[in-house]
């Protein structure tokens, strides 16, 4: 069975660690870079990516995580987690680094400040059983993909029909919102089968 490590820096890793425990998957929180090269997958946590990037200079695991993901290290990001797997990003904080690993440009709180937080029914190519009730919080959104990177998931309704919210490319997953806050496992069902090799 792989281990897969939660980036500890700041955000709701508690969250992602309880539901792949949940999942029956030794998981552990990742703070230190000798932590990272104990793990066969990274989940990158919601929370706030200028702080959670400035943190991960401080503590010596930028270049690290870049390294081991530009080798092939599965990662997976939620909301902030997706802002920081993006090799391009919009409305960022002047000089925000991402450790980057999917070709896409992602826009920061792009849902806007009247919409901060809402759910949505989203369905997910490769998720089985229905839509997700997916949870957006100061979300943002992918503007735009490169050919590598596949679609997964998309708002279906509303003014914000059409918008990209859920990306994959290789072994790296990507989500704009929460499946840590919700009790719905599916998600990181897939991203633990793709930690296996299996999805
Ligand atoms: N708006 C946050 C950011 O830019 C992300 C919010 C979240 O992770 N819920 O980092």
Request: with cysteine.
């Given at each position: 069975?792989?281990?897969?490590?939660?980036?500890?820096?700041?955000?709701?890793?508690?969250e992602h660690?309880r539901v792949l425990?949940g999942l029956?998957?030794?998981?552990?929180?990742?703070?230190?870079?000798?932590?990272?090269?104990?793990?066969?997958?990274?989940?990158?946590?919601?929370?706030?990516?200028?702080?959670?990037?400035?943190?991960?200079?401080?503590?010596?695991?930028?270049?690290?995580?870049?390294?081991?993901?530009?080798?092939?290290?599965?990662?997976?990001?939620t909301?902030?987690?997706?802002?920081?797997?993006?090799?391009?990003?919009?409305?960022?904080?002047?000089?925000?680094?991402?450790?980057?690993?999917?070709?896409?440009?992602?826009?920061?709180?792009?849902?806007?400040?009247?919409?901060?937080?809402?759910e949505s029914p989203i369905e997910i190519?490769?998720v089985d059983g229905g839509p997700l009730d997916a949870v957006f919080?100061?979300?943002?959104?992918?503007?735009?993909?490169?050919?590598?990177?596949?679609?997964?998931g998309?708002?279906?309704?509303?003014?914000?029909?059409?918008?990209?919210?859920a990306?994959?490319?290789?072994?790296?997953?990507?989500t704009?919102f929460h499946p840590e806050l919700t009790g719905d496992a599916r998600i990181h069902r897939l991203f633990v089968?793709?930690?296996?090799?299996?999805?």
């Amino acid at each position: 069975t792989p281990t897969i490590g939660v980036l500890a820096l700041q955000g709701d890793t508690a969250e992602h660690l309880r539901v792949l425990e949940g999942l029956g998957v030794p998981a552990r929180p990742v703070l230190r870079p000798e932590e990272l090269d104990e793990v066969d997958g990274l989940v990158l946590p919601g929370g706030e990516s200028t702080t959670m990037s400035k943190l991960a200079v401080r503590y010596e695991l930028m270049e690290p995580m870049r390294k081991r993901i530009h080798e092939g290290l599965p990662a997976y990001g939620t909301c902030a987690g997706m802002i920081l797997l993006a090799d391009h990003i919009l409305d960022g904080a002047a000089d925000q680094e991402t450790v980057g690993g999917i070709d896409m440009t992602v826009r920061r709180n792009a849902f806007g400040r009247q919409t901060e937080s809402f759910e949505s029914p989203i369905e997910i190519e490769g998720v089985d059983g229905g839509p997700l009730d997916a949870v957006f919080i100061r979300a943002p959104w992918v503007e735009s993909v490169g050919a590598d990177v596949d679609v997964i998931g998309q708002v279906t309704r509303g003014e914000r029909a059409g918008r990209i919210v859920a990306v994959r490319q290789g072994a790296l997953l990507a989500t704009s919102f929460h499946p840590e806050l919700t009790g719905d496992a599916r998600i990181h069902r897939l991203f633990v089968d793709m930690v296996k090799g299996n999805a």
